[in-house]
């Protein structure tokens, strides 16, 4: 077991980097938290409001491509953990401008695994660091129907800009561990939802534009199917991992339920057509639109061994998820 003291949280801004720091304070109150964010469009500092223990938090404005910053930060607090939430994370972005993915997935990986290398050589042998990347399902492309699910160590083969930009940057970081020695661990984890999610990405579409009685439009067929997973469950995934997963392994984080993207959005609407009657039945503004290119059909991961060997499983079930979010979004809308 591995105890971090000075974690530093990339991306903590965001959807999921929030939702880590906010589950880490609740269940480690003493850890000292570092967010670095350098707050693009998809950062938002009200995400980091009411945190548990605000004495323990430290906000920096940082790029992580800038290393020297990121150093100068990692050296003022002792970060003896770094976890890696950082990222462009919007697929259809990568297809409308694939450069800025390139620039912060893939040169932005290198330059924090740069810094914490540079950092963790003059380490005190007492400490015990470890630099945690969150990766994706995405990174193992689309699976065919009868498939089994993604395992630990499959082979790669990313679709989108977005899913190749995450690929590179996991190689970057194993060949750091095998290059340097930096102590790493990898989680890959499913679509991942929840309160505080940028307006862009399915689930808030789908609640947003059936509050605004507006179309919600629905890729294709919508027969995609996607595992969803609460973000608290995803961020108590990596809590287990940086704090009992081994050096250098590799875990995977998957939702407890796999539902196709109009399934998806036929539940949202029956739970709206409760939370906000005015626009019941709001099932009936789903309307399908051109396919996302390249668009992958299935991802599942295989989760068993972060269950056997780490106790993790989902503590939300869809159903309850799902509530609290359309409720979270409804009760924000005002
Ligand atoms: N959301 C999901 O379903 C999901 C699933 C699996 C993995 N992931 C991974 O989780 C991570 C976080 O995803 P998210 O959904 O919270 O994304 P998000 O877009 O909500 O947040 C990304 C955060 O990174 C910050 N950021 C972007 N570029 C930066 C830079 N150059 N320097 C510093 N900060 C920068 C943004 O300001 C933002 O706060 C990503 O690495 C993503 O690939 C997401």
């Known amino acids: 077991m591995r105890t971090p003291r000075s974690l530093l949280v990339t991306g903590a801004a965001g959807f999921l980097g929030s939702t880590f720091v906010h589950r880490l304070q609740a269940q480690r109150p003493t850890v000292r938290v570092v967010s670095l964010d350098a707050l693009t469009y998809a950062g938002d500092l009200a995400n980091l409001e009411g945190l548990p223990v605000p004495g323990h938090h430290t906000f920096v404005r940082a790029d992580i491509r800038d290393t020297a910053e990121v150093i100068r930060v990692m050296e003022a607090h002792a970060v003896d953990t770094v976890v890696h939430f950082a990222a ?13 993915f ?15 290398r540079t950092v963790w050589a003059a380490r005190a042998p007492e400490v015990v660091p470890r630099f945690h990347h969150i990766s994706t399902d995405e990174v193992y492309g ?31 970081v194993h060949a750091w561990r095998r290059t340097w ?6 989680t890959h984890a499913s679509n991942s939802y929840g309160p505080r999610q940028y307006p ?4 808030p579409v789908v609640i947003g534009k059936a509050l605004a009685g507006q179309p919600i439009p629905i890729y294709g067929d919508g027969r995609q199917q996607r595992e969803w997973l609460h973000a608290e469950d995803h961020a108590d995934g990596v809590l287990a991992v940086i704090e009992r997963g081994a050096e250098g392994s590799v875990w995977h984080v998957g939702g407890p339920d796999t539902l196709e993207n109009r399934e998806l959005a ?19 503004l789903m309307t399908s639109v051109p396919d996302r290119l390249g668009h992958d059909r299935r991802y599942a991961l295989d989760c068993t061994k972060i269950r056997r060997e780490l106790g ?3 503590r939300w079930t869809l159903e309850a998820g799902l509530e609290q979010t359309v409720r979270w979004y409804v009760q924000r809308r005002g």
Do not use: F
Request: proline share 9%; hydrophobic share 40%.
């Open 142 to 172: 689309d699976l065919d129907g009868d498939q089994p699910a993604a395992v630990e160590g499959d082979r790669y083969a990313p679709s989108s800009p977005y899913a190749a930009s995450k690929a590179a940057a996991d190689h970057l």
């Open 266 to 284: 036929g539940h949202l609407c029956a739970l709206l057509d409760e939370a906000h009657p005015e626009g019941a039945p709001h099932a009936r």
């Open 181 to 186: 020695g930096l102590p790493v661990s990898l």
């Open 200 to 203: 862009e990405k399915l689930i």
């Open 88 to 100: 462009e994370s919007h697929v259809d972005r990568s297809i409308e401008g694939p450069a800025a």
């Open 102 to 116: 390139l620039s912060t997935n893939v040169e932005g990986t290198a330059s924090m695994l740069e810094a914490a």
């Open 312 to 314: 993790w499983s989902p």
